[in-house]
């Protein structure tokens, strides 16, 4: 009886540090397996302008939906090597193989465009997203305006739930640390902010190509939500900040003069490629602006000043 019980406590004594290990938040070094897992999680998040810079008449709105391919993890790279060292199994991180994305744009003044998207917290396959992106934008004509430049401004926020760190399987296996646990109910912000600039042009009637390059900086930030057999709950934190230099190229198709689909390679070299497919309904005002310079007011008076010409006789 005394050893039973003197096993039992040292079961627990072993357990003790384990659990407050459990709760304390981690900070990876930014080339760790969890940083550049994060990073990759951000790339299709990120909220680029899939399409080509354009010039619009102030009021006209854009009502889209985007389509993201989501790039694999790679098994080796899933394994979180400092924040759970102990760790065999790699993470759950094919939770969704694409990511959609309602967009609306508005253009206003002085050729400025705002841009807004919000994923609503629906379960698609694993995951269940709560997401909120917007960008600022202002294009510009390039000499006789055949050429058009487009700098903007952009972030996405929110949450993205989903049993990463134990999901059905890994309950299931008996030399995982998840084992005989409760599905994990993970939460994973992505906090991407960027700037971007972006160069199109027409190549016919109704194509245009465009090409750009930026900078993103990523906070992104993971919250572990697991109970295992021993009733013990994971709640630590994972943090890192990174930043990351992006390219980008796709085409616009105006199919008519109310709908546009676009296609568009988005990249930060270091983590993945992304594809990305929109699709657009365009209401309101049409045609572009003029690039012509109105007259001033001066000029306008010596207009109406000016007498008209004497008739011939």
């Not at 309602?102 to 919000?118: D, F, I, K």
């Not at 609503?120 to 006789?144: C, D, K, M």
């Not at 070299?269 to 309101?284: H, I, K, Q, S, Y």
Request: proline residues 9%.
């Amino acid at each position: 009886m005394i050893r039973a019980w003197i096993g039992t406590l040292g079961a627990l004594a072993a357990l003790a540090p384990r659990a407050a290990a459990q709760n304390e938040d981690c900070f990876p070094t930014k080339s760790s397996h969890e940083a550049r897992m994060m990073a990759k999680f951000d790339v299709p998040l990120a909220f680029s302008a899939v399409g080509a810079p354009q010039r619009n008449p102030a009021g006209r709105i854009a009502l889209g939906l985007e389509l993201s391919y989501v790039p694999g993890v790679d098994p080796a790279l899933a394994i979180p090597l400092e924040c759970r060292p102990g760790k065999l199994r790699p993470e759950n991180t094919d939770l969704i193989p694409a990511l959609p994305r309602p967009r609306v744009a508005v253009t206003m003044p002085w050729g400025l465009g705002l841009e807004a998207s919000w994923i609503p917290p629906l379960r698609i396959s694993e995951a269940r997203a709560n997401l909120v992106s917007v960008a600022l934008s202002r294009t510009t004509a390039l000499g006789r305006g055949a050429v058009l430049l487009d700098l903007r401004a952009h972030g996405t926020f929110g949450v993205i739930h989903g049993p990463i760190t134990c999901n059905d399987e890994a309950l299931q296996d008996a030399t995982s640390e998840c084992y005989q646990g409760t599905r994990s109910d993970d939460a994973f912000h992505p906090n991407v902010v960027g700037l971007e600039a972006a160069i199109g042009w027409h190549l016919g009637k109704s194509l245009r190509p465009y090409m750009g390059a930026g900078y993103n900086h990523l906070a992104p930030r993971f919250r572990v939500n697991f109970t295992n057999q021993f009733s013990q709950v994971d709640r630590r934190r994972v943090s890192v900040d990174l930043d990351r230099g992006v390219m980008f190229a796709g085409a616009s198709w105006r199919a008519t003069e109310a709908f546009e689909v676009s296609a568009e390679v988005y990249s930060p070299p270091t983590d993945a490629v992304t594809v990305r497919v929109a699709g657009r309904v365009l209401l309101g005002k049409r045609g572009e602006p003029s690039n012509r310079p109105s007259a001033s007011p001066a000029q306008s008076a010596t207009r109406a000043a000016a007498p008209a010409p004497t008739p011939a006789r």
